[in-house]
């Protein structure tokens, strides 16, 4: 690693691959070394189990929705090797329906997945942002729907973390999709207000994936955020 360069570790969305950060990685050079894992255990302990495997020994860590949901599990279980955190359209909250994250595996297990992805597109970024859209697909088909279904159970199974955000003793940002469908900011002005010292960044035009959709803005917050650490 370069002198002054932080490692960061990257937790990417269900269920895309490491492509999913590569404009920010670049971008982001050379304040950082990025380092992009994806958690698809069955089990959200198990992912995270596996991340602090794979992760330094200390690092800033980031992940949007379910990676973000990760990077929560891992820091609450290891905050000694986070310096920093960075989540994005995440909710730290346990599963509001299990059974139907659950079910949502056995569908595109069963041949559901393209259909589940067609509806998802339509959602997920903002409609009129083509170029995110398609960048999903693409992720997402080459993820297969193995992967999908492995990180929906994980999901079922999340731990809820709202009563432990009080505790976070790192430099935290929150960056958000202003017009998210599936976690809405609502969400993250909550955690704002636990997370001590927190910084919560909303970006207009854009929903479920910042770093997707608005990678410029991204890039800008998060150069701001580290240089605060």
């Known amino acids: 690693m370069m002198a002054g360069r932080r490692p960061l570790v990257m937790l990417p969305a269900m269920p895309c691959g490491p492509e999913f950060y590569d404009t920010i990685a670049a971008g982001l050079d050379p304040l950082t070394t990025v380092q992009a894992i994806v958690p ?15 992760a330094p020994p200390r690092f800033l860590l980031a992940g949007t929705a379910h990676g973000g949901a990760v990077a929560l599990e891992v820091a609450m279980r290891a905050p000694e090797r986070v310096i920093g955190l960075w989540l994005m359209n995440c909710n730290p909250g346990a ?17 559901g997945y393209d259909a589940l992805l067609a509806d998802w597109a339509g959602r997920i970024v903002d409609p009129d942002n083509i170029k995110a859209r398609d960048a999903f697909l693409a992720m997402a088909r080459a993820a297969g729907p193995e992967r999908f279904a492995r990180q929906c159970e994980a999901s079922a199974g999340r731990r809820d973390h709202w009563g432990a955000l009080s505790g976070l003793a790192v430099p935290t940002l929150l960056l958000w999709g202003a017009e998210d469908l599936f976690v809405p900011v609502d969400i993250a002005r909550r955690m704002a207000g636990l997370i001590p010292g927190a910084h919560l960044v909303t970006l207009p035009r854009c929903r479920h994936f910042p770093a997707v959709e608005r990678p410029a803005e991204t890039m800008a917050a998060v150069r701001m955020w580290l240089a605060t650490l």
């Open 40 to 54: 698809e255990e069955p089990d959200m302990a198990a992912a995270a189990a596996a991340v602090l495997a794979a």
């Open 95 to 111: 599963n509001p329906d299990p059974d139907g994250a659950r079910a949502t595996a056995a569908r595109v297990r069963g041949g």
